[in-house]
T-cell receptor, first 115, second 113 residues
Framework: KQEVTQIPAALSVPEGENLVLNCSFT??????LQWFRQDPGKGLTSLLL?????REQTSGRLNASLDKSSGRSTLYIAASQPGDSATYLC??????????????FGKGTHLIIQP | GAVVSQHPSRVICKSGTSVKIECRSLDFQATTMFWYRQFPKQSLMLMAT?????????EQGVEKDKFLINHASLTLSTLTVTSAHPEDSSFYIC?????????FGPGTRLTVL
């Protein structure tokens, strides 16, 4: 059974710092990996999606990497801002794709950016 | 684009009653939707995969007779929590698949008294 772990569980840093969030998964047979942002009491916003054949994806100040063989992904946030405060979730899609498999989520990293 | 809505956003009900939650893809068609549940400080857990025009596929440990799923059209899936009990209180989130991504609704907070 796939398990996704996110470290750290919580992180508080001053505004402007660069930071790294970590995600690991036990079964490397994934189709893709996705990073989401969740604000309190809200749904999820997709940030980046990395296919299993890719090594990284970038969007603005965000960069996500994937090392499928070692079961690891990182989310790098550059020049953090208070508006980045949220819970960040890592999720992997199982299987070989084509079908409609759901996602397995980690518990998330609760990020606070101090003004 | 790729907007998913849920209704209601919050619901409080008495123990023993049934509650229906709707999930709609507003600007795209989705043959497949997913239902997740999130308990406080826990990760989202996949409950079931909803397939348009066919029966839902439930994850291990999820009672199909308690959580009824209907995917009657390409833009609507419903989750009915039957005979709800306090332990069913949770945050229920749906998603709809479009190409390689899943787009999530804003969630429904269910409180069973």
């Amino acid at each position: 059974k796939q398990e996704v772990t996110q470290i750290p569980a919580a992180l508080s840093v001053p505004e402007g710092e660069n930071l790294v969030l970590n995600c690991s998964f036990t079964d490397s047979a994934i189709y893709n990996l996705q990073w989401f942002r969740q604000d309190p009491g809200k749904g999820l916003t997709s940030l980046l999606l990395i296919q299993s054949s890719q090594r990284e994806q970038t969007s603005g100040r965000l960069n996500a990497s994937l090392d499928k063989s070692s079961g690891r992904s990182t989310l790098y946030i550059a020049a953090s801002q208070p508006g980045d405060s949220a819970t960040y979730l890592c999720a992997v899609r199982r299987g070989s794709g084509g079908g409609a498999d759901g996602l397995t989520f980690g518990k998330g990293t609760h990020l606070i950016i101090q003004p | 684009g790729a907007v998913v809505s849920q209704h209601p956003s919050r619901v409080i009900c008495k123990s023993g009653t049934s509650v229906k939650i709707e999930c709609r893809s507003l600007d795209f068609q989705a043959t497949t939707m997913f239902w997740y549940r999130q308990f406080p400080k826990q990760s989202l857990m996949l409950m079931a995969t909803s397939n348009e025009g066919s029966k839902a596929t439930y994850e291990q440990g999820v009672e199909k007779d308690k959580f009824l799923i209907n995917h009657a059209s390409l833009t609507l899936s419903t989750l009915t929590v039957t005979s709800a009990h306090p332990e069913d209180s949770s945050f229920y989130i749906c998603s709809a698949r479009l190409l390689e991504s899943q787009y999530f609704g804003p969630g429904t907070r269910l409180t069973v008294l």
